[in-house]
């Protein structure tokens, strides 16, 4: 299997595991920590901390069109960028309590441009940052 497969499956586990960390507001029994570390960990528990501080949680999913847009085995340690379109026609904001629908910000396009690193440590790939750049629709 090349490098390239290797980052989009190791990019996709971690969006499968988050999703199980955000229909629960919670990462417990999930295995996120495996693939995010750094940056990209910090900011999904950053989310999961404002989900229970506010009484929310995720329903449906996040769609993904992830893309290897570089790989760079000879870096120390050996890294990847990964390009993503991030599809929220299906995810639903909701609280808990009273099942009630929180919209999306007004102006937030339903696909927008989100970005990946990766790097190989101890011979597995992980995402180390994550960034969102909801104003670029895709």
């Known amino acids: 299997m090349s490098q390239k497969v290797l980052v989009r499956k190791t990019y996709e586990a971690m969006w499968a595991e988050q999703m199980k960390a955000y229909r629960k507001a919670n990462p417990s029994g999930t295995q996120l920590k495996q693939y995010a570390v750094l940056n990209a ?16 949680v995720i329903r449906g999913t996040l769609g993904h069109e992830p893309t290897v847009t570089a790989l760079d085995m000879a870096a120390k340690p050996p890294s990847a960028t990964v390009s993503d379109c991030a599809d929220l026609s299906k995810w639903t904001t909701v ?9 999306l910000p007004k102006g937030q396009p ?14 597995r790939w992980v995402i180390t940052t994550y960034k969102t750049h909801g104003e670029q629709a895709c």
């Open 41 to 56: 960990l910090s900011l999904f528990e950053a989310d999961l901390a404002h989900m229970r501080k506010h009484g929310t």
């Open 95 to 103: 609280k808990v309590k009273t099942g009630a629908v929180i919209p």
């Open 110 to 123: 339903l696909r927008y441009r989100a970005t990946a690193t990766a790097e190989r440590w101890e011979g």
